[in-house]
């Protein structure tokens, strides 16, 4: 028996072994003389952020340029466009528009007092206030809304009076909104 034949495979397995665990770095020693060169993989993408850090990123870039006489701005801008919609859906009678108009000119009074309040705002605020310059803010906010709820609320209560039982439910309904989705579905809203 020969070990002839048994020599030459052995050679092309130990030739490709060693092409195979021959680190790359040694392979770029020859680059220049042989021409060779070796592709190398970009490094791998970062993974695609998950809707809980977009909305962290998007809630940090928020903070740093939050926009206090915008924010009141689309609050009153809001109030208005909800007053635009539950007129459309109570479908008033004749009759009833004298009590819809009182009740609206009060409402567009108080809207004007709360948007000329509005405008005497920052545009921007690039550091977080402080707790009691946020506290501050906050009372602020909720004495100009008691406001405008004492200016409204009996032109509103004189409308309520000339509604029929149909009108009074579209009126009565919960109002679908962020932290009033909650609350409709019987949770507490979030506070």
């Known amino acids: 028996m020969s070990f002839r034949p048994l020599l030459l495979p052995s050679a092309v397995v130990l030739a490709a072994g060693f092409a195979f665990a021959t680190p790359a770095s040694a392979f770029?020693?020859?680059a220049?003389?042989?021409?060779?060169e070796l592709a190398q993989a970009p490094p791998p993408a970062p993974a695609p952020a998950g809707p809980r850090a977009e909305r962290a990123?998007?809630?940090?870039?928020?903070?740093?340029?939050?926009?206090?006489?915008?924010?009141?701005?689309?609050?009153?801008?809001?109030?208005i466009g909800d007053r635009a919609y539950v007129k459309a859906r109570l479908e008033l009678k004749p009759e009833q528009m004298t009590a819809w108009?009182?009740?609206?000119?009060?409402?567009?009074?108080?809207?004007?007092?709360?948007?000329?309040?509005?405008?005497?705002?920052?545009?921007?605020?690039?550091e977080r206030p402080?707790?009691?310059?946020?506290?501050?803010?906050?009372?602020?906010?909720?004495?100009?809304?008691?406001?405008?709820?004492?200016?409204?609320?009996?032109?509103?209560?004189?409308?309520?009076a000339v509604?029929?039982?149909?009108?009074?439910?579209?009126?009565?309904?919960?109002?679908?909104?962020?932290?009033?989705?909650?609350?409709?579905m019987g949770r507490p809203a979030p506070r």
């Open 32 to 36: 220049d003389e042989y021409g060779i």
């Open 101 to 126: 108009n009182a009740f609206e000119k009060a409402a567009d009074e108080a809207s004007a007092k709360s948007m000329a309040r509005c405008q005497t705002l920052p545009t921007e605020m690039k």
């Open 163 to 184: 509604l029929t039982a149909d009108q009074k439910a579209v009126l009565d309904r919960p109002r679908m909104g962020p932290g009033h989705m909650a609350h409709a």
């Open 57 to 79: 990123k998007a809630g940090e870039r928020a903070e740093r340029n939050f926009s206090p006489k915008a924010a009141c701005i689309d609050m009153v801008a809001r109030r």
């Open 28 to 30: 770029d020693l020859f």
């Open 130 to 160: 402080g707790y009691l310059e946020r506290l501050t803010m906050e009372e602020d906010l909720m004495k100009a809304r008691i406001a405008t709820i004492e200016a409204v609320k009996p032109s509103l209560t004189a409308l309520v």
